[in-house]
């Protein structure tokens, strides 16, 4: 009972600063992240909700999406389309189907196109960048709107051609901020090229957007820590999946995480990162989980896929796509369920050019609570970060 009520108490504190603006520690994110009673998670997705409100009114950001390319080299082990995944579906879409699609995802009122390729060897390796600069000129010119890319690693050139063409955000997760756990997830992939490729586009003049992966065999310390991570990157948008264990692949057998842990993160995430963009994605659980996401205090939906477009998602490659679910429509039938509403384009621009303006030099500007988005190794074992954990001093 004492215990309950010291935690009890302890909540009341973390919140209270976290709405006065306060910068969080390693310690106050942690207790945070280790919450397990659902009145407590609910406490603090209200917190996030109003913290979201106070940042971005009612309004919300949707994003269309456009796997354009399933092909890649890696063996990434909780991705369905890893190399040698021969269940997965391969694909390239041809640059007339991509800006086909874009332009119809621009009539259904999306505010960016999202532009994703697995890394694949027919581009990546060969050098072909041409492909994707071609594509990003065709859909600017098609649609008038923002574009980010994710295209995996590639080379700092590249990313400054990106940013010439107008390429709005450069999109590259990380999964986890752990590099012993990173080994087993990416494997075979440098933990520091990736974060390296964040920091030069930024430099570039991108917004950037990194990510986290839950279920994947990550301690809570490792959850805490990558969101810190995250806020002391400078990240424009922070997002986090629940592991959807795939077929054929090295995480096929782990058993999904309940999605209250999910939602947790994302509203820990809106506390430490009031004024970044956080996405509920559709590509977990659809329509049905996009509530319990936007209620966790996130403000942009993702994955908007047109039907009939034969587009994969991510993580659930069929999911309510066929069906028309993932749709702009079926987002605002939610939302206004909500009191919530689809954003003006004019906003989103706005919010954009604002960001960029304001980029600060992150590097130099370590949080309150000694934690520079780099190691945590030297808090010691009480973090419960996995033994030999040396931060940036691997890769
Ligand atoms: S996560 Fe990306 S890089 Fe890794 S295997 Fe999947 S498509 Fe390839």
């Excluded at 998670?41 to 399933?70: C, L, P």
């Excluded at 991570?229 to 782990?254: E, F, I, K, W």
């Excluded at 995430?269 to 509530?291: F, N, T």
Aim: proline fraction near 4%; charge should be neutral; glycine fraction near 8%.
């Amino acid at each position: 009972m004492a215990l309950h009520t010291v935690n009890r108490r302890l909540l009341d504190n973390i919140l209270a600063k976290a709405q006065d603006g306060g910068q969080l520690t390693y310690q106050e994110t942690l207790s945070l992240m280790s919450l397990e009673d659902n009145q407590d998670i609910k406490r603090v997705m209200a917190a996030a909700r109003k913290i979201r409100d106070r940042y971005f009114s009612n309004n919300i950001f949707v994003y269309g999406f456009i796997y354009f390319s399933t092909f890649c080299q890696n063996h990434c082990s909780f991705c369905y389309y890893r190399k040698t995944n021969q269940l997965s579906p391969r694909y390239r879409k041809s640059l007339e189907e991509i800006v086909d699609i874009a332009a119809r995802l621009a009539e259904s009122g999306i505010h960016l196109i999202d532009l994703t390729m697995g890394e694949d060897p027919e581009i990546i390796r060969a050098g072909k960048f041409e492909v994707l600069y071609e594509m990003i000129n065709r859909v600017k010119a098609a649609t008038g709107l923002p574009v980010m890319i994710s295209p995996g690693v590639v080379p700092t050139g590249v990313l400054e051609k990106f940013s010439s063409l107008g390429v709005d955000w450069y999109a590259l997760y990380q999964e986890t901020h752990n590099p012993v756990l990173y080994k087993k997830l990416r494997v075979g992939q440098s933990y520091r090229e990736r974060a390296d490729r964040r920091t030069a586009a930024q430099q570039y003049g991108m917004l950037v957007e990194d990510g986290m992966l839950l279920g994947v065999g990550e301690s809570t310390g490792d959850r805490a820590a990558s969101i810190l991570n995250m806020r002391d990157q400078g990240v424009d948008q922070a997002r986090v999946m629940s592991l959807v264990p795939q077929p054929q692949t090295p995480m096929a057998g782990r058993k999904a995480i309940p999605r209250t842990q999910e939602a947790l993160s994302i509203a820990v995430m809106r506390i430490i990162m009031p004024d970044r963009l956080i996405p509920a994605s559709r590509d977990v659980d659809g329509i049905k989980g996009l509530q319990m996401r936007l209620e966790a205090g996130a403000n942009v939906v993702t994955s908007i896929i047109p039907p009939s477009a034969s587009l994969a998602g991510v993580s659930q490659s069929t999911l309510d796509i066929d069906e028309g679910l993932r749709t702009v429509p079926e987002v605002k039938k939610i939302l206004s369920g909500m009191g919530l509403q689809v954003a003006d384009t004019a906003d989103y621009i706005r919010w954009i050019d604002d960001r960029k303006a304001k980029r600060v030099n992150w590097g130099d500007d370590c949080s309150e609570g000694g934690y520079c988005g780099r190691s945590a190794a030297r808090f010691g074992s009480s973090l419960s970060g996995p033994a030999g954990w040396v931060g940036d001093s691997v890769n």
